[in-house]
């Protein structure tokens, strides 16, 4: 099978991989059904049996219609990354942002698919950081203490942000290009001819 170098998964075929390894990991057969997939991702089948086809096509699973899915190595590689870029979305949700539970895990589904690497590995160091048992209890006191200000609705932390006024727009007639005719305003002419 010839792979497309420029495919890129989207997030509803990410979705798709997180249902799969999700239903294999809890059953002891080592694969999935598909009537489990559509279950978990509350989706008919025929929009099982698509998917399923792309990731198919794209070496990510092993499946043929009636029977049982399976993850490829790469399909098993993807799937981890991705249930661990939920996990730790969740966690600074939950741990750091003090969301409840669904709502953490809620938002991380969606989250998971546009943050990037950097971005996650970063907030990843400062949810360890800052849950650290004997560390930060003084700053994690505060930030409870202002979430709840939020939530009763006593703060309200994006009106304090600053936005810049708009830029007024370049006149045309002022930002053209010089050219060798026109020399610079700072520039001596020479009158001689």
Known sequence: MERD?????TASLEDYLEAIKEAIDETAHG?????????R????????????????EHGYINYDT???VTLTER?????????RR??????????????PEEEASTTACR????????????????????????????LRKQLRDRYAEVEAGVLDVLKGI??????PAEDPKKSRRRTAAQPDQNQEVSHDA
């Open 162 to 167: 600053y936005v810049p006024p708009p830029r």
């Open 31 to 39: 694969h999935a059904h598909t009537s489990d997939i559509a279950r």
């Open 75 to 83: 399909g098993e590689r993807e799937a981890l990354r991705i249930i």
């Open 66 to 68: 009636n029977r049982p």
């Open 41 to 56: 991702l509350r989706v008919k089948m025929p929009s099982v049996t698509n998917a399923l086809g792309v990731l198919r």
């Open 111 to 138: 989250v998971e698919h546009v943050i990037d690497d950097r971005l996650l590995a970063r907030l990843a160091v400062l949810t360890d950081s800052l849950t650290a048992p004997h560390q930060c209890r003084a």
């Open 5 to 9: 170098a420029t495919f890129r998964l």
């Open 86 to 99: 939920h996990l730790a979305l969740g966690r600074f949700l939950r741990d750091v942002l003090l969301l």
